[in-house]
């Protein structure tokens, strides 16, 4: 989008932008109230979401299930700790697309 000309900004917690934490999902809500967000774009990891963890037998294995969305009983405390930050992604995400559909902000994920 920069390559087009459209002023853009990146919240990345690469960046040290961590969308889980509420003071910056404020800020966000806060920016989408005040008109300041043209169209937003969730690029949520799916790291412990993905299927392709299973690739049929070799991979790593899933983590969550049909019948167990949020994670599966048992997992090693590495796996929780992924599946637990994964769902808060999700938690904001969802929080941030309400309020950029409630103001008419243009999205995806």
Request: hydrophobic share 35%; aromatic share 4%; charged share 25%.
């Amino acid at each position: 989008m920069r390559g087009r000309g459209f002023e853009t900004l990146e919240l990345d917690i690469k960046h040290g932008c961590d969308l889980t934490d509420s003071r910056v999902l404020r800020r966000v809500r806060g920016a989408l109230a005040a008109g300041l967000v043209d169209v937003i774009h969730f690029g949520t990891p799916c790291s412990s979401f993905s299927r392709a963890r299973e690739r049929g037998g070799t991979g790593p294995g899933p983590l969550r299930s049909d019948e167990f969305p949020l994670g599966l009983p048992d997992l090693r405390p590495v796996d929780v700790e992924k599946v637990t930050m994964g769902n808060k992604c999700v938690k904001s995400t969802i929080s941030l697309a309400s309020a950029a559909l409630h103001y008419h902000v243009a999205g995806t994920i």
